[in-house]
T-cell receptor
Framework: EAGVAQSPRYKIIEKRQSVAFWCNPI?????LYWYQQILGQGPKLLIQ????????DSQLPKDRFSAERLKGVDSTLKIQPAKLEDSAVYLC??????????????FGPGTRLTVL | KQEVTQIPAALSVPEGENLVLNCSFT??????LQWFRQDPGKGLTSLLL?????REQTSGRLNASLDKSSGRSTLYIAASQPGDSATYLC????????FGTGTRLQVFP
C-alpha cells in the first residue's frame, strides 16, 4: 500500500514570496491533515479536512495560509506572503475516519521550508 | 487547554540498556494516546496506540502504558539498539492530535 506522498521535499524562498505544498493521501482515506513542525517542537495541527470539507482550521493563520482539498483527494497548502517564522517542516497525514471516532493517522515525509 | 510534556528532552545511552520515556498531559479527557517515532528528514511512524480504556500496549521490544487519571504515559524500550536512535513523540487525541516536544534518543554501540 502506497503511503502519503508530499512534494516538494525541500523549498527555500525569501520572505514575502509565495509557496505551495502538495499532498496525496493514502487511497480511500477520508480525512486529511496538515501540520506545522517548527524545529525542536512537536507538530501542530493547521487544518483538517473530512473529504473536501474543512473540519478544523482554528490554528491556521488565515491572513497568509490557505489550503484546499479538491474532489476530496489531493490537497495543497499555500503560504502567501511567507515570513521568517514560517520556516518549518510541513507534514501531511491521512486517516480512514469514516465515523466520528479518531483513528490512526499516517504521515508523509514532510516538506522542509526555509524562509530567508 | 491540553498540554503535553515529554521528559527527558534528550537521552544518550549505550546499546543494550532498557529505557523509559515519559509523557504527561494535563487533561484526562482523551480518546487515545499514540507514540510516534521520527527519523531525521522523514515523517512520523506510529509505534503504539493506546485507547483511553486500555492500560498498555506492546509491540516487540516496545511497551507503552497509560494512566489517564494521573495524566501519564510511559514508553518502555527493552534492550535498546543503535537502530532505535530517533526522536520519540507522544500525542494525545482529543479529536485532534496534540503532540509533546519529543525525546531525542541516541543509542551508541
Amino acid at each position: 500500500e502506497a503511503g502519503v506522498a508530499q512534494s516538494p521535499r525541500y523549498k527555500i524562498i525569501e520572505k514575502r514570496q509565495s509557496v505551495a505544498f502538495w499532498c496525496n493521501p493514502i487511497s480511500g482515506h477520508a480525512t486529511l491533515y496538515w501540520y506545522q513542525q517548527i524545529l525542536g517542537q512537536g507538530p501542530k495541527l493547521l487544518i483538517q479536512f473530512q473529504n473536501n470539507g474543512v473540519v478544523d482550521d482554528s490554528q491556521l493563520p488565515k491572513d497568509r495560509f490557505s489550503a484546499e482539498r479538491l474532489k476530496g483527494v489531493d490537497s495543497t497548502l499555500k503560504i502567501q506572503p511567507a515570513k521568517l517564522e514560517d520556516s518549518a517542516v510541513y507534514l501531511c497525514a491521512s486517516s480512514l475516519r469514516r465515523t466520528g471516532s479518531p483513528d490512526t493517522q499516517y504521515f508523509g515525509p514532510g516538506t522542509r521550508l526555509t524562509v530567508l | 487547554k491540553q498540554e503535553v510534556t515529554q521528559i527527558p528532552a534528550a537521552l544518550s545511552v549505550p546499546e543494550g540498556e532498557n529505557l523509559v520515556l515519559n509523557c504527561s498531559f494535563t487533561d484526562s479527557a482523551i480518546y487515545n494516546l499514540q507514540w510516534f517515532r521520527q527519523d531525521p528528514g522523514k515523517g512520523l511512524t506510529s509505534l503504539l496506540l493506546i485507547q483511553s480504556s486500555q492500560r498498555e500496549q506492546t509491540s516487540g521490544r516496545l511497551n507503552a502504558s497509560l494512566d489517564k487519571s494521573s495524566g501519564r504515559s510511559t514508553l518502555y524500550i527493552a534492550a535498546s539498539q543503535p537502530g532505535d536512535s530517533a526522536t520519540y513523540l507522544c500525542a494525545v487525541n482529543t479529536d485532534k492530535l496534540i503532540f509533546g516536544t519529543g525525546t531525542r534518543l541516541q543509542v551508541f554501540p
